[in-house]
């Protein structure tokens, strides 16, 4: 069976540059969420994608942004990118209307912003 | 704001020892919630989820939810070294929709 997984597992930026990152999930599941995790922190949401629409936001700028493929996988992207956006990005998936939505996490991408 | 609370620590228990975690939470129309532990430097990985007050057990692992109190906690029975991460304790308090809310973590040391 399949879990989550991410491309690239690591990243090096400079400021103002965009990103993008990657996303499969987990065999039969048909929703992503991305988070944000600083160092020394807990994951913080940025969105959850379903049915190929974003239907979530956390409190995230509009330089971050995403989008989800027919096949459920799913892209992050980040622009005009600071210091502060160093951190790992999460993804995790779920099957929606379930009632229960438990959400696997994938490894991780890495991301250096110098 | 929606918050989840946890202590940082470390929590620091001998081995074979019962490790106690709590969190606290400021949704009071929360439903689920779960248990994760993230060892260093990689993602987290579920242990645990619990939905309704009370007690639920798995292996050495006991989650325990008291929804009047907003408390959720785990307890680790007969804790090994490899036990040692940060445990993350996140809650659902989407409308409708899984959106978790995580504490900041609480590192574990189980010292042999």
């Known amino acids: 069976d399949a879990g989550v997984t991410q491309s690239p597992t690591h990243l090096i930026k400079t400021r103002g540059q965009q990103v993008t990152l990657r996303c499969s999930p987990k065999?039969?599941?048909?929703?992503v969420s991305w988070y944000q995790q600083a160092l020394g922190q807990g994951p913080q949401f940025i969105f959850q994608y379903y049915e190929e629409e974003e239907r979530q936001r956390g409190n995230f700028p509009d330089r971050f942004s995403g989008h989800q493929f027919p096949n459920y996988s799913s892209e992050l992207n980040v622009n005009a990118l600071l210091l502060g956006d160093s951190a790992l990005y999460l993804c995790a998936s779920s099957l929606a209307g379930t009632g229960e939505e438990t959400q696997y996490f994938g490894p991780g991408t890495r991301l250096l912003v110098l | 704001q929606k918050e989840v609370e946890q202590n940082s620590g470390p929590l620091s228990v001998p081995e074979g020892a019962i490790a106690s975690l709590n969190c606290t939470y400021s949704?009071?129309?929360?439903?689920?919630f779960f248990w994760y532990r993230q060892y260093s430097g990689k993602s987290p990985e579920l242990i645990m989820s619990?939905?309704?007050?009370g007690d639920k057990e798995d292996g050495r692992f006991t989650a325990q939810l008291n929804k009047a109190s907003q408390y959720v906690s785990l307890l680790i029975r007969d804790s090994q070294p490899s036990d040692s991460a940060t445990y993350l304790c996140a809650v659902n308090m989407g409308r409708g929709y899984s959106t978790l809310t995580f504490g900041k973590g609480t590192m574990l040391l189980v010292s042999p």
């Open positions: 619990i939905y309704s007050n």
């Open positions: 949704d009071r129309v929360s439903q689920s």
């Open positions: 065999s039969g599941h048909d929703t």
